[in-house]
């Protein structure tokens, strides 16, 4: 599966957007882009997966460059809950295992 | 509709003792997995079931048995824990569709004295 790069951590005002980015520029035409979310003390969180279109759902938006090098996860109106670890993986969506290989992720801090 | 359930929700062992999480899931998903996660570590897959009755070892199976004998739940047993067992315990299940999604319980909190 190809490696991501993700900001250590960021800041979001309440109400804001917020823009996560991430970098998969090993990402191979058959990966797909998923991003999942961890809140303090509680299990991970899907949010949205992609494989070259813009993806929306009832969370997030998911824009990913044409040439699927990187991708950005959006929250259109963070609020505090929102405040977590985001995670950006890149995988072929059925391997041995379905394996989610979680790397550092995004501190996101959601503040008043 | 619970989701994904685990018990228990915290758990100390001394070095030795044996113990069994489990796992419910009440989305009739064919797939389940076992992680863990260590302080400030990403998850790490230790053992995962493709449907009843069938399990096979992830990344970190060592020290850990699984069992699958009904599809709704999954099972993980510890048969003589280790001080390095400490950790946080997810569970997850998936449909096992093509483009699948994993959803996670709620956790594990398990320390070996």
């Known amino acids: 599966d190809a490696k991501t790069t993700q900001p250590t951590s960021m800041d979001c005002a309440e109400g804001r957007a917020a823009n996560l980015p991430c970098n998969h520029s090993t990402i191979s035409g058959n990966e797909y882009v998923y991003w999942y979310r961890q809140i303090h003390s509680q299990g991970p969180q899907y949010i949205i997966h992609g494989l070259k279109n813009n993806e929306t759902n009832e969370m997030a938006s998911l824009i990913i460059t044409e040439d699927r090098k990187s991708s950005t996860l959006i929250l259109p109106h963070a609020t505090l809950r929102d405040t977590a670890v985001y995670y950006c993986?890149?995988?072929?969506?059925?391997?041995?295992?379905?394996?989610?290989?979680f790397g550092g992720g995004t501190r996101l801090m959601v503040k008043p | 509709n619970a989701g994904v359930t685990q018990t228990p929700k915290f758990r100390v062992l001394k070095t030795g003792q044996s113990m069994t999480l489990l796992c419910a899931q009440d989305m009739n998903h064919e797939y389940m997995y076992w992680y863990r996660q260590d302080p400030g570590m990403g998850l790490r897959l230790i053992h995962y079931?493709?449907?009843?009755?069938?399990?096979a070892k992830g990344e970190v199976p060592d020290g850990y048995n699984v069992s699958r004998l009904k599809k709704q739940n999954f099972l993980l047993g510890l048969e003589s824990a280790a001080p390095s067992q400490t950790s946080v315990y997810f569970c997850?299940?998936?449909?096992?569709?093509?483009?699948?999604?994993?959803?996670f319980g709620p956790g594990t909190r398990l320390l070996v004295l």
């Open positions: 997850a299940s998936s449909p096992g569709t093509r483009e699948e999604t994993q959803y």
């Open positions: 079931s493709v449907g009843e009755g069938t399990t």
């Open positions: 993986i890149v995988r072929v969506f059925f391997n041995a295992g379905n394996m989610l290989t």
